[in-house]
């Protein structure tokens, strides 16, 4: 077992490897993450197609913003910070997407309307429900979170992150994440009244 120390020097040679371009290191990180990045990916994004690629992203997001990195916090904590901005920007646009289509067929220039089911994954570690109709509709419920509560709820319940590990990933508070997490349990027990009448939220 590695003491503290001993494990801060090795992140910290194994950062000085990223940085100086060393394959072996390049591919030992994707050894390391690239199942948790995915993981955390799927947990915001339940299609496994758009999970992968966000997945990848993210790691070309640290092989080119590595040299950048200072070491304020912990190699993992960075890259899931990464992972959940990416998982953001791909949910904002994807919304923007649809907001668009429903002016299209507002002012009369109606598109195909995709019947395809989006909400692919339901095997996530995270996620243990009945069937696939009550996923969905879940996954539409957190959607439909402010942003904070979203990410907040997703990285804790979805993806099994500890609240210390949200506190390192978001930056915020503590007592913050705890207060956020209540609303958004409140939040979602509204929403899902139809589906949820205990506490297992």
């Given at each position: 077992m590695f003491?503290?120390?001993e494990?801060?020097?090795?992140?910290?040679?194994?950062?000085?490897?990223l940085?100086?371009?060393?394959?072996?290191?390049?591919s030992?990180l994707?050894?390391?993450?690239?199942?948790?990045v995915?993981?955390?990916?799927?947990?915001?994004v339940?299609?496994?197609e758009d999970?992968?690629?966000?997945?990848q992203e993210?790691f070309?997001?640290?092989?080119?913003s590595?040299?950048?990195?200072?070491?304020?916090?912990?190699l993992?904590?960075w890259i899931?910070?990464?992972?959940t901005?990416k998982?953001?920007?791909?949910?904002?646009?994807?919304?923007t997407?649809?907001r668009?289509?429903?002016m299209?067929s507002?002012?009369g220039?109606?598109?195909?309307f995709?019947?395809?089911?989006?909400f692919?994954?339901?095997k996530?570690?995270?996620?243990?429900?009945e069937?696939?109709?009550k996923?969905?509709?879940i996954?539409?419920?957190?959607?439909t979170?402010p942003?904070?509560?979203?990410?907040?709820?997703?990285?804790?319940k979805?993806?099994?992150?500890?609240?210390?590990?949200i506190v390192?990933?978001?930056?915020?508070?503590?007592s913050s994440?705890e207060?956020i997490?209540f609303?958004?349990k409140?939040?979602?027990?509204e929403?899902?009244?139809n589906?949820?009448?205990?506490?297992?939220?």
């Open positions: 003491t503290f120390l494990y801060q020097l090795t992140e910290q040679n194994f950062i000085q490897k940085k100086e371009g060393k394959q072996s290191a390049f030992q994707l050894d390391d993450y690239q199942q948790k995915f993981s955390t990916c799927i947990s915001f339940p299609n496994k999970a992968e690629d966000i997945a993210v070309l997001e640290v092989f080119k590595i040299s950048k990195f200072k070491g304020n916090s912990k993992s904590t899931y910070r990464i992972a901005n998982c953001l920007e791909f949910i904002r646009k994807k919304n997407k649809k668009f289509a429903f299209q507002i002012m220039n109606e598109i195909p995709d019947k395809t089911n989006y692919t994954e339901f996530h570690p995270g996620i243990l429900l069937n696939k109709e996923s969905e509709t996954f539409r419920a957190i959607n979170l942003e904070s509560q979203k990410v907040i709820f997703t990285l804790a979805i993806d099994g992150k500890s609240y210390q590990e390192e990933i978001t930056g915020r508070s503590l994440v207060s997490m609303r958004a409140k939040s979602l027990k929403k899902l009244a589906f949820y009448k205990d506490d297992n939220i």
